[in-house]
């Protein structure tokens, strides 16, 4: 409590330091906590993905031969061949990836993401209904002309009023709304969309021989089902499927986590377990941003040595440790860390307020929620801690007397 | 009076290896901005190669695999075409695989004599100039006369002619690649026409090497379909004529889907789409340098307040204010200028890694040059107002003081 107060002392006596310093915590956190929200956005447990501790994934696929080599997500034969009754696994689903589709509308033109699934996907992804329910897997076999819409997609056509049992155009085709969901994040890449369809609902099958194509499946796994076990098994499952097509002789199809599945588009598509590293690049990145403001407030606060060299010098003489004076120097720092904390979270919930509001994503819901806020914490810890330690190891070992004198080198 | 400066630094070397640090730090933050400018900058006010003004793209996605039409559905492609000029209200309509500003781009190489060139490909049919507006440089488009020849029509744009034939007067000639050489099969290529550099993605891309191969509606050879039609439309087209387009490809091909944008929207998106990161690593680096700056005047004011009694000394001992004042910023240049070295050197080894392979020699330098100036400005900036404080410093003041 005593340091406290002396580091408050201390920092409002210096005010264009303090102020300099203020800047530069807050704006760094401001841009690091504006990128954990979307990070926490995209990934955190959240309808429709609640569940992602219990979830793995298979988006990519890659066939490759001597000449050739073709990858992308994965093709509807290769996931319907090797999902169903994986042991360890409860429910299993299908989905594609979300298409562009148009339709002509009271003389307007409205483009919507269109996304086909399966029954299931339903029941492994739990959606926020608002009206209606999920189509069933009775509706996937008999090719029903049916679809699920988010909200926003329900206002456009609808003007807002309830939809379910409406039908609508859409690329040419009829469909009637069965359930209207909240708008999911278009930072969800497995989940959002505008309309959801049945997969069975296209123009001709030739997706169904598919090794690579634009085809992912999710898996729920069974309480106390390891999910190694789960990815070996498919893993061999994959090994074995036999390859039809002449150009290639090798398939691979990783499962992995949401997360891992995600980043891994930006790694190594082949390869599981890219959660990790990627984990590792976010923390690297995040410290070399950090870097540079922490080296100007290193070099600031040892440039002020001198002016406080008599403070030292007097402190030292009448008995005050190095370790207590150093202990004086970080809380000076992790105060104005914390003050810096404080500014940069109100920042970046305007900051978000704004990405929010300005559509650059789509149905963007960034958040500042008590998971980032506690992301926060750590980074102001940590920033404060990298911007301290060495002003404040070099102030408390200045010698007495040479600090008096005001030597100090 | 380097050297005399060059030893005070040493004297402190401990605090200005950090600060060089920091300013080399800054110095990279600017580099990557400045050359992410310079060269976005430098592409845009390059002639572009075609009129996206009032031009429709539409892309033909077969539903079985989410790509594009399969070999051997050519005529029905072709058929479209026609369709499309029976349309009131449609000025031209043609089919070109990449049309402007859309996302894919078919890559390939011929091998000729002892090296390889890449260039872009596309198919186009008869027409696809007078819709995108192209500007030939020598010889002819294509047309229904490139059906009879034994040999495959091809038109290059400037850049590829450079490249093959170190000029745009080419046409005629055959592209001279070895036996083997990868794109097009056996077949001979031909030359009819030379055009303006084709920046297919558009004002912010480096021009390249494009060829547009001739697409004939029966697919004779090379290039069989293509998977998007371009439509010139009156300005302010409205939505109804796209409603009644996108009818009649539907009633013609049942199983495909057909996705319209104008070039307009397409080249916004595109244009945003780069220039959005660049925007926010733009802000973000402002920031960082407002910060730095502001970082240093509280470093060199406490340097100045230090060194009160050394400066005293010496404006005692006839140093005048001018020659004090440009001791400090003299020895902050020279800190600066080491920081300079530092940042240049590391960035002199980007074109050694592989992913800086795409940067340009001139981007780098123009990069360099600009983080140069802009960071000699910040110290300066930095430095005025502490090295003005010195010229305030009284002598008797000064050996007074403490």
Redesign the interface.
Known sequence: MHTLKLALKVLRRRK??T??SL??VT?TLL?LLVATAVLDSAFAPRAPEDRPQRTLVVTNAQAKGQHATRTGWAGYKLLVRTIPNLPGVERSALF??P????T?HE???LTCQSRRVDGEFWRVFRFAFLEGGPFVPEDETQANPVAVINASTRDRFFGGGPAVGKTFEL??RRLRVVGVVRDVSSLRMLTYSDVWVPISL??????KN?LV??FGAAVLLSPGARPKDVAAEFARRVGAMPIDDPLFDTLKAPMDTPFGTVVSTFLDQTASGQGALAMTYIWLAALMFM???A??????N???I??RSSEIGVRKSFGATSAALARQFLMENVLLAAVGGLLAAVLTAVVLAGLNRSG?IPYAELSLNLRVLGWGLVLTLVFGVLSGVLPAWRMSRLHPVGALQ?RF? | MIRHLLKLAWHRKRANVLLLIEIAASFLVVFAVGAFVTYFGGNWRRPLGYDWRDVWAITITDERSGSGPEEGEAALAGRLVDELRQVPGVLAAAGVDSPPYVGWTNISNYDVKDRTIVFMSSGATVGADRVLGLKLLAGRWFSREDDATPWQAVVIDREMANDMFGTVQCVGKSIPRDKGGQEGGTLEQRVVGVIEDYRKDGELAPPDNFVFQYVSPEARSGPSRTYCLVVRVPPGAPVALEEAVVGRLRALAPQWSFDVNTLDQLRTQRFWSICTPILILGIVAGFLLLMVTLGLIGVLWQNVARRTRELGLRRAMGATRLGICRQILGELVLVTAMALLVGTVLVVQLPFFDAFDGVPRPTIVSGVLLAIVTILAIALAAGLYPSWLTTRIHPAEALHHD
């Open positions: 264009f330091f102020f300099v800047f530069a704006f841009v594609a990836t298409r562009k589709l148009t002509y003389g307007r033109k690329d040419g296209t123009r001709s099958d030739g997706y598919e194509g634009d870097g540079l403001p080296l100007n407030l290193v070099n600031l040892l440039s002020r001198l002016e650059l005001g080198e």
